[in-house]
């Protein structure tokens, strides 16, 4: 079975620096999908980056970058330039291909709170 | 606008009670999910559907059913079976199956027992 974890479950940045948050992942699937989505309070999700396991280069989406080592099932967030607004919770997710195409499976997240 | 309409926002229930949630889009997505979430947790995958018509069991299915009949619709009722229903449950499309299709969330459901 696929497992996500992320072992921060609360991060403090300072306004306008860098945050690193991790996540490691665990398949036997050669074929699979990482993601990162933010909740702000209000509880809605929203996509924020994608990295395909066969993707040799590290996904960017503006502030945000996906630090993707293979060899050591890690899928690490970088948010550059932080702002009040990033406060929010982060998770990490996994996409599953063959017989459960489609299924994805989440972690717990982090709490993410940008000081000013 | 596309997007995933998710009601009612805050529902309550008695014990007992069965409660339907409903989660309509209009991305002409073929695929639906359901998840629910605890406070200060992840989510976990009730059901999920990739076609009209069909659906899979996710990780905690007991106690909820679904059912897919048009592909705008994908509404999940919480029967009496779910010994804990109170949660926030968030529905969820994605164009298909893919391993690159990211998923597009409503705004979710509270639901209290009371």
């Known amino acids: 079975a696929q497992k996500i974890t992320q072992t921060q479950p609360g991060m403090f940045v300072q306004e306008k620096e860098a945050v690193t948050l991790d996540c490691t992942y665990d398949?036997?699937?050669?074929?699979?999908?990482l993601f990162w989505y933010k909740q702000p309070s209000s509880g809605e999700m929203i996509f924020l980056i994608y990295?395909?396991?066969?993707?040799?280069q590290n996904a960017t989406e503006g502030r945000y970058s996906l630090n993707f080592q293979k060899a050591r099932k890690s899928a690490n967030l970088v948010i550059s330039a932080s702002q009040l607004g990033d406060s929010a919770m982060y998770f990490c997710?996994?996409?599953?291909?063959?017989?459960?195409?489609?299924?994805?499976?989440f972690g717990d997240g982090t709490t993410l709170t940008v000081k000013p | 606008d596309g997007g995933i309409t998710q009601s009612p926002k805050y529902l309550f229930r008695k014990e007992g009670q069965n409660v339907t949630l409903s989660c309509e889009q209009n991305?002409?997505?073929?695929?639906m999910y359901w998840y629910r979430q605890d406070p200060g947790q992840g989510l976990r995958l009730i059901y999920y559907?990739?076609?009209?018509?069909?659906?899979q069991k996710g990780d905690i299915a007991e106690g909820y059913s679904v059912s897919r009949e048009k592909k705008e619709s994908f509404p999940l009722t919480v029967t009496s079976a779910q010994k804990n229903p109170t949660a926030f449950y968030l529905c969820?499309?994605?164009?298909?199956?893919?391993?690159?299709?990211?998923?597009?969330f409503g705004e979710g459901s509270r639901l209290t027992v009371l």
């Open positions: 997710a996994m996409r599953e291909g063959g017989t459960n195409a489609g299924k994805s499976t």
């Open positions: 559907s990739q076609i009209v018509n069909d659906f």
């Open positions: 991305l002409n997505h073929d695929a």
């Open positions: 990295q395909g396991s066969y993707d040799e």
């Open positions: 398949t036997s699937d050669q074929s699979y999908g």
């Open positions: 969820a499309s994605s164009i298909g199956t893919g391993l690159g299709g990211e998923l597009f």
